[in-house]
């Protein structure tokens, strides 16, 4: 599945590793449909993008079902096709177990969880439709296979996510349609690098002796979409410089 005039819908990507995302994919010529809760950023985004190729913002919150088919719908509309589909978008909240309200649960669930199953849920429908197979890409995290301390239920939700993509990865492939999840480790974004001590902290920790970059998730991203991803599907890829291999984490933190 090469790259060029192909559709790519993803949410939450402002900044931070959606933002980089959609442009690598913009810069092959990728046609970008994108989303953002917050407006202000978005349109920003879509200058740069519009400048790397087409684009549309569609702004909202993309755990609504609404936001998500106004999505799937801004996409056939503009571009005649859903091709690729990244459900990027995602909130963390630290706070200790004990202590957890149902509304900040309930943000959590609907946002990760609700939001992640219906963009999936919506595309694969699109894609089934079009009879010319596709790719889906979830965003989980290492948080969901090795627990973190006060991250209990944003853990929670990104094991959730990488179940997901295991069993529709499974359903949809004789559809031509791959669905396989990335789960970043450390990474150094737009609200990590405010953290005193993240990147120094981690980067003793993770065996290749450095935090992620956005452009590195990116990267697995495009070969996840690629032609050579073709047999990889229901997987959950780590992008963490081997860190789940060990384990701690740093005091910094």
């Given at each position: 599945m090469s790259f060029k005039n192909k559709t790519l819908i993803i949410t939450g990507a402002a900044q931070g590793i959606g933002f980089e995302i959609a442009k690598q994919l913009a810069s092959k010529e990728v046609n970008i449909v994108f989303n953002d809760m917050d407006e202000d950023l978005g349109l920003s985004a879509q200058k740069i993008l519009q400048d790397l190729g087409n684009s549309r913002f569609v702004p909202g919150d993309a755990g609504d079902l609404n936001i998500i088919k106004k999505l799937i719908d801004t996409a056939i509309s503009e571009f005649g096709s859903v091709d690729f589909v990244i459900a990027n978008a995602g909130i963390t909240t630290s706070c200790p177990f004990l202590e957890y309200t149902k509304?900040?649960?309930?943000?959590?669930?609907?946002?990760?969880?609700?939001?992640?199953?219906?963009?999936?849920?919506?595309?694969?429908?699109?894609?089934?439709?079009?009879?010319?197979?596709?790719?889906?890409?979830?965003?989980?995290?290492?948080?969901?296979?090795?627990?973190?301390?006060?991250?209990?239920?944003?853990?929670?939700?990104?094991?959730?996510?990488?179940?997901?993509?295991?069993?529709?990865?499974?359903?949809?492939?004789?559809h031509g349609i791959t669905v396989n999840a990335i789960s970043p480790g450390a990474t150094v974004t737009e609200r990590t690098v405010s953290v005193e001590g993240y990147e120094e902290g981690w980067a003793k920790l993770i065996p290749t002796r450095k935090v992620s970059k956005t452009s590195d998730i990116a990267a697995t991203a495009l070969f996840l979409l690629s032609d050579g991803a073709g047999q990889l599907t229901g997987q959950n890829l780590a992008v963490d410089g081997g860190w789940l291999n060990v384990g701690p984490m740093p005091n910094a933190i």
């Open positions: 509304e900040k649960l309930d943000q959590l669930l609907h946002t990760n969880i609700q939001g992640t199953f219906f963009i999936a849920q919506q595309a694969a429908k699109q894609m089934l439709q079009q009879n010319t197979g596709g790719r889906i890409i979830m965003l989980s995290s290492t948080t969901g296979i090795q627990p973190h301390d006060e991250l209990e239920a944003y853990g929670m939700t990104k094991a959730a996510i990488a179940f997901l993509a295991k069993s529709l990865g499974t359903k949809l492939a004789p």
